[in-house]
């Protein structure tokens, strides 16, 4: 589970909102939104500690990332921006080559997107065309979670 999915369950089972929780972390519900959907790149440890004091939680817990697939997606995600960084590419242009959006190489760059998942076959392809070293590195992955 996330550090995301945990705030919002901790929150859900507090029975607060968004705008509850962001009145009393003093942030915005917007911010608390990011948090809960992994959008954060820097997470405020402060805040971190904040919510887990509020909801009587384990700091650690809440930061803890269960071992699946996340930390392989973190993987190829800094592998692809390394490689894109080695070829001088932005985001935008590699996400013009992939027929995707910026957004989208972002997300996979900060772990947030499988692109092992069959919705994202395409990409996958289109970015293994252009980063051929990828490919094995992807399978390998793939066979240890099979």
């Not at 972390?25 to 904040?50: G, H, P, R």
């Not at 009587?56 to 390394?82: H, P, R, S, V, W």
């Amino acid at each position: 589970m996330s550090i995301g999915n945990k705030i919002k369950l901790l929150r859900e089972q507090n029975c607060l909102s968004q705008r509850d929780l962001a009145f009393k972390c003093n942030v915005s519900q917007t911010t608390i939104a990011m948090y809960e959907n992994d959008k954060v790149l820097y997470m405020n440890k402060e805040l971190i500690k904040f919510i887990a004091k509020l909801f009587n939680a384990d700091y650690n817990y809440i930061l803890e990332k269960d071992y699946d697939t996340e930390n392989e997606n973190y993987i190829i995600g800094t592998m692809l921006a390394y490689l894109r960084k080695q070829h001088k590419m932005t985001q935008t242009y590699l996400s013009d080559l992939v027929d995707s959006s910026r957004s989208t190489i972002s997300r996979i760059e900060i772990g947030a997107v499988d692109i092992r998942k069959s919705v994202h076959k395409e990409l996958k392809e289109n970015i293994i065309i252009i980063f051929p070293e990828l490919e094995n590195y992807i399978n390998d992955l793939s066979k240890e979670i099979a």
